[in-house]
């Protein structure tokens, strides 16, 4: 069974100040690993998907990693727009295509 | 861009209602998804359908059936609706590209 565990549960930040969250991962064979932002009270909205160990993809403040094991998603200098949920989740491929999720990392970033 | 549209963003219902929950994508996608979201739990997935007519039960299905007569609509049916159904019910469907997420629909069972 597909497992994802992001870390930290919440992370609380200063305007400009980076760092990191983590998305661990346990799948039979990897199809596809996506990050999602979330803003209260909205459906996720699309940010990446990564499909294999070693690759990066970037997106103005944000970019994101993947290894065999776990994937991060870096924030470079952050703005207070950039507080949301974070979700990751991964496709381990078949015949549904069914995502599953990780509980997310709530963001915040304090002007 | 993919559209996918959830017809209600709030609704409250009464213990033992008949719900129903719609959802509309305008790419001709073949892969469409339920997924409810509680505090603590994440998304969990409740159907999803991979065709007209074609189903599948996902992680949570007890209490929920779910429709799809046309490619574009794929509705959630909770047959007689309970407190512990309250929560944020999520739509999805799936393009070559990757998934697109409804707004929700918050749901309240009283």
């Known amino acids: 069974e597909d497992q994802v565990t992001q870390s930290p549960e919440a992370l609380r930040l200063q305007e400009g100040e980076s760092s990191s969250l983590n998305c661990s991962y346990t799948v039979s064979g990897l199809r596809g690993l996506f990050w999602y932002r979330q803003d209260p009270g909205k459906g996720p909205e699309f940010l990446f998907t990564l499909y294999s160990a070693g690759e990066e993809k970037e997106k103005e403040r944000l970019k994101a990693t993947l290894t065999k094991k776990e994937s991060f998603l870096h924030i470079t200098a952050p703005k207070p727009e950039d507080s949301a949920t974070y979700l990751c989740a991964v496709n381990s491929g078949g015949s549904n295509y069914k995502l599953t999720f990780g509980k997310g990392t709530l963001l915040t970033v304090n002007p | 861009d993919v559209k996918v549209t959830q017809s209600s963003r709030y609704l409250v219902k009464r213990t033992g209602e008949k719900v129903f929950l719609e959802c509309v994508q305008d790419m001709d996608h073949e892969n469409m998804f339920w997924y409810r979201q509680d505090p603590g739990l994440g998304l969990r997935l409740i159907y999803f359908s991979y065709d007209v007519k074609m189903k599948e039960k996902g992680d949570i299905p007890e209490g929920y059936s779910v429709s799809r007569e046309k490619k574009e609509r794929f509705s959630l049916i909770l047959e007689s609706a309970s407190t512990n159904q309250t929560s944020m019910y999520l739509c999805?469907?799936?393009?070559?590209?990757?998934?697109?997420f409804g707004s929700g629909t918050r749901l309240t069972v009283v």
């Open positions: 999805a469907s799936r393009s070559y590209y990757g998934y697109t």
